[in-house]
């Protein structure tokens, strides 16, 4: 990812790998694979979707300029963009931390709202 994120389109979708896969395409900046039927994604699965559209809106066309494992065990990842943008995520804890953290006007951009 780091070598082309910036050439190839890579999407994301709640595959196998479920909220993993969606937590990866933040990490990367990817595009979201969103389900024709959103009736059966659930509300955690469709903010992530959600929040890497938002991210993709602000570092889809910018180079990756970085990607480091945090801990021995790598438990634990973080990108960044050369807008200076970080993706961390936890696979422990399962969370994802954005900074700067996404603003209203850039999740609203999506078109997908706040899932209830």
Known sequence: QLVYHDAVLVSFAQGKGG???????????GVPQVPVNMKGIG???YELNREMAALNGRV?????????F???QRSRERTTFADGTTVTVDWMAMTVR?????????????????AR
Request: charged share 25%; glycine share 10%; aromatic share 2%.
């Open 43 to 45: 509300a955690k699965a």
């Open 19 to 29: 909220t993993k896969d969606l937590m990866r395409g933040i990490l990367y900046g």
């Open 60 to 68: 889809g066309l910018l180079a990756m300029t970085n990607h480091e």
């Open 98 to 114: 954005i900074k700067p953290p996404l603003t209203s006007a850039e999740l609203d951009a999506t078109g997908m709202r706040k």
């Open 70 to 72: 945090l801990n021995k």
